[in-house]
């Protein structure tokens, strides 16, 4: 079961840090995801981070050189620290993976596992 947490209410050029944990799996094996939805909009990926084996991190036109994605081995969570908020960063966002994936990939129906989402609103 994932868990996200760190939402809130941020003014735009302002900065949240948002977490994923597992309270039964080690994340450390899995790819995890972040991804966004917007109120009328479809689910769109954020950033991605591969297992710890490999490391590698990708990260959405929309978000890149703003949002940075991390593990902490030692507290099982993964963190999406967003810099430079913008009004147009209001969605709920979710963080994902699979057992299977263990590469980072943008595409959706490849994590079978969810969180609940956290609620980010930028506004001033």
């Known amino acids: 079961q994932l868990v996200e947490s760190g939402g809130g209410l941020q003014h735009p050029g302002g900065s949240l840090r948002l977490s994923c944990t597992a309270s039964?799996?080690?994340?450390?094996?899995?790819?995890i995801g972040w991804f966004r939805q917007a109120p009328g909009k479809e689910r769109e990926a954020v950033s991605c981070?591969?297992?710890?084996?490999?490391?590698?991190?990708y990260y959405g036109e929309s978000v890149k050189g703003r949002f940075n994605i991390s593990r902490d081995i030692t507290k099982n969570t993964v963190y999406l620290q967003m810099n430079a908020l913008k009004p147009e960063d209001t969605a709920v966002y979710y963080c994902?993976?699979?057992?299977?994936?263990?590469?980072?990939?943008?595409?959706?129906?490849?994590?079978?596992?969810w969180g609940q989402g956290t609620q980010v609103t930028v506004s001033s």
């Open positions: 994902a993976a699979d057992p299977a994936q263990t590469m980072c990939v943008f595409t959706q129906r490849a994590y079978h596992f």
């Open positions: 039964t799996s080690t994340l450390d094996y899995y790819a």
């Open positions: 981070i591969s297992s710890l084996t490999d490391g590698s991190s």
